[in-house]
């Protein structure tokens, strides 16, 4: 592989030289009747003989273990599969026991010969182990099989690859080469391709965002295949069993999301919004220098800090000083627990996106308000904060979506039980918990309940999206009314 | 008086029918700075520091009731400064500092017991740029009355709102539409609205910081026939760039330069017969 | 009509502030107060959060040790006699456990002290690391066979909490992983300096430890995945948003299209990073087969997740180049493309350079999606991050754990003295974040132009 890699960087080295050799013979050793500087036709040759070449070799190593696993699936006896786990697991073992024969060659254990010629009775397994490789259980003739055209497969695969790599290399190479004279637009041509690569790579996030709703919404299908719509949407229980009959209703999840959310924003927009408030009218430069940053400094904190000072912190605080005392509970994670810590983690959120919309009001306005013998509050109650106020509402949704889609806070900090509950002490659920105790572990990419971790993500993708988009719309109009 | 008849109007029609009534504001000895921080130093002290902006030089200036005063003078001479003085404006600026007696009616604006909130409800002030408030029209006009409480009732203040934007001479432009937002009338209709919003808590000096400089000429020549009547109620004090301007509207004229006032007199004395020579030298267009 | 008085209200003195001005300046200062107060609970909030964690971290920096001398009698740990470490491994730790208890047992003897403990008991004290620690360093030198050593071992996870003040002689009662009587013969052994808590370097090389051995969990597997995590991510995001950014800035046409494209950034930008974890589920993992928790999935996931703050930070200060100095390269004869790459570009450095340390930052302190894509598994092993697998993509990498995974790995474990850890854990990271935020800073600094 590496010296793929390096045989590949001196053909363009190569490239480079030969070049930019010819375009200067080809101008008589005059650089200057050249269309472009040397350094571009050198740049083309390699530019041609390495991209293509890269392409490819980026793509055949992504694609051929997948294809390689889908024949060697394939050729599986149904029966075998039937008798085995599943066929996932059984895959694992054949790739297993050839990466094991692989590195037994690799180390010389075994020659090329004796690894082709293995068979069951040999007892691979201490083979192998002798030669360091341990493996997990005896190995059956139909697995020894599939390994051994596992491996002649990938061997070929790997063949096939440096052949296609070298011959598109020097394909280009040669091509580039022939090509050079003193006329050739080289600059030109460099810049175009170095344009498509710029080009690429910003095409990158739309693909981001089409693999989000692909891969999501393929597998929220199969699951929709083996759970009724219906029940999902307005279903009032959740009950995950992995014996089947399982309950997967959204509505409980939905409503802990929500519940918490509420919560924090109810912690957050007060304190933030005042905050910004202070920051931007009534504090002096000094202040503002220390205050803002180290309220900034909370933006900065991970999500899991987050949720530890929840979990060891406020949450047995809250049951031991306010839950317990009021008879409201004895759970530490609680509704309440996450949904003060996630206010605490917005308030940043909050005051810096306020702070910069409350200083994008005119002066003009507050001078117009002084004028007439308004005081700062009044200014800023009547006549700065209504002119900010879509600004502000767009910030407080992009809040409301942070904490919709937050994660670590509302693991550790909120509990795992289902729950329609009024009770803000009592520990409740969200969506995106529930996406993580359903595909962490081992899971069965088949069964509704792994599958309905992705119907519970596109939901919370959809629900986002569409605040982020009101949001970002709400706060662009407001900027270009005052610009 | 028509609009195109302002518009021509020159230096020739100065209006000067109105005697000069008794003394309303009385500036002695004023002095500005500017990025002087907090502290109390002298004037003479910060006068010395180099770091200072000496932004006003011992100003004395009388404003008589039932006038129009302008203040005219080149760019950066003091006279906005000046202006925002009289109404503690320049209190929200940081790091202004004034020295000086500043007198309302014989009363010292600038007394540790005088509330700053209380005194520009009494001294408005309309600004260079139109700033309506993003409310509707009524609510722009209504906003002074209901912080400071001046109306009893809600037919009241509706009273107050009609007979501050007739004042302003907008109400029959406006009238039908008083909910719909400030903001999206014209910029001379915008001007008066602010005029109106600043009369409407009965001041008893209006300030204006060159009200037309945004405006085109004609709506320059409503809001300019505005100060003319609204002169009959108050003490109007006008900045402006215009000399023109300042000979149409005003009945005295301060000429300020470099932060000093130069000359004060009355207006056809300042434009017809100045006694320094800067002054001549500005109005004959040497200087600024 | 224009003559009419707006409102009769009496004339007053500005001496005399009226009971309306009272009233509004006490609001005024009211409101005022609020704002204080709420700068003043969020920098509260700041101080309690760092106080909590540092609080119930700080002490997983040190850790408590015994010393006693132990002889390695030839016949237990290498009963055939012949010195070859390959032999020697069979001698598993429950060999030495054994050897560990007697040793431990006779030099309270010689030391004597009464104990009616017995050995069992004697050796709960020690933590069931210590076996694999000595046989370790026999392996490693095979001469110490038959010698006695003074060897420092580890003590049991409540012995340390008691040195720390996290276990106490009624938490002891309570506990059935340890007993008063055990505290008391640490406490005497303390007493006689055999006891020692000193600076805890396994902490931050060791790798994690199993749920029953909280005092010998360490961070060097979770640093290293971290830190290959950060690697990728840097060579990938890098160059793809600079890429990106200088496109959608420079070239990009005013279209449909683009606009698209910059709707999307600052969507991705805001997308829950749980998303992200489901789109590397989704791809790497299930459609590309590539292994669950190796580092370079996590890499990827979290390259995905950081271009959109990168991006958005490189068009910021790609923007704040004023067109005068394009203009001016290409009023020279310069071509688009070199008046950016020549001129554009290396004075945006600052700026991207200081948007991608924060997005690292970002990525760092990231968990959610590395959950998913199973980072989450206990490594016990370091990881060969570079190994080759037959049938894989290159550069595949071993399982292993990041940073902030440990962390969690950490809370969902029963014993107590994991909370330490944990919050100890997040020191690290935290004062990782704090280097970087400073690199940032200081880059800004440094490099800030004021065009």
Redesign the interface.
Known sequence: MLWILITLLALGALGFVLGRQRAVASAGGDARILHSLPVYYGTNVTLLTLVPALLVLGVWLMAQPIVIDRVISAQLPDSYVAEAASRDLLMTEIRRLADGIDTAVERGAFNGRHALDLSVGDDIRQQLADAGVALGADVSPEVLQAAQSFREMSGAGRTWMTVAVFALAVAGLAYAYLRTNKDLRARNRVEYMILGVLMLASTLAILTTVGIVLSMLWDTRNFFQLYPWQDFFFGLEWRPSFEGNSELGLIPLLWGTLYISFIALLVAVPIGLFAAIFMAEYATKRVRSVAKPLIEVLAGIPTIVYGLFALITVGPMLRDYFAAPLGLGNSSSSVMTAGIVMGIMLIPFVSSLSDDIINAVPQSLRDGSYGLGATQSETVKQVVLPAALPGIVGAVLLAASRAIGETMIVVLGAGAAARLDLNPFEAMTTVTVKIVGQLTGDTDFSSPEALVAFALGLTLFVITLGLNIFALYIVRKYREQYE | MSMEDAIMNDMTQIDQGVAVDELKMQARNVDVFYGAGGGTRSAEDMAADKAITHAIKHVDVDIADKTVTSFIGPSGCGKSTFLRVL?R?ND?I?GCRMTGDVT?EG?N?Y?S???P??????V????Q?P?????SIFDNVA???R?????RNKADLAE?VE??L??AAIWDEVKDRLDAPGTGLSGGQQQRL?IA??????PEVL?MDEPCSALDPIATAQVEELID?LR??FSVVIVTHSMQQAARVSQKTAFFHLGELVEFDDTDKIFTNPSDPRTESYITGRIG | MTDMPISTAPKRSLFAADARTVRRNRAERRFRAYGMAAVGVGILALIVLLVSILGNGLSSFRQTYVSFPIELTAERVDPDGNRDPGEMARVTTFGYLPLLATAFEAHLDAEGIETDMGVRELAAMLSEEAPAQIRGMVLANPDLVGQTIDAQILMGGRIDGFFKGRVTMESAERDRNVTPAQLELAQILADRGAVETRFNWDFITAPDASGSRPEAAGLGVAIIGSFYMMLVVLVLALPIGVAASIYLEEFAPKNRLTDLIEVNISNLAAVPSIVFGILGLAVFINFMEFNQSSPLVGGLVLTLMTLPTIIIATRASLRAVPPSIRQAALGLGASKTQSIFHHVLPLAAPGILTGTIIGLAQALGETAPLLLIGMVAFVREYPDLMSVHSNSFPLMGDGATALPVQVYSWTQRSDPAFVERASGAIIVLLVFLLCMNLIAILLRRRFERRW
């Open positions: 109404n404006m929200t940081d309302l009363e604006i007394d017991k005088v509330d909130v209380q005194l520009r409800a009494k408005g002030m309309v600004f740029k700033n309506p408030f993003p409310k906003y002074g009355p912080i400071h409480g001046l109306a107050i007979k501050s007739r004042r602010c919003r600043a009369v409407a808590t009965s300030l009547d009959s109620r």
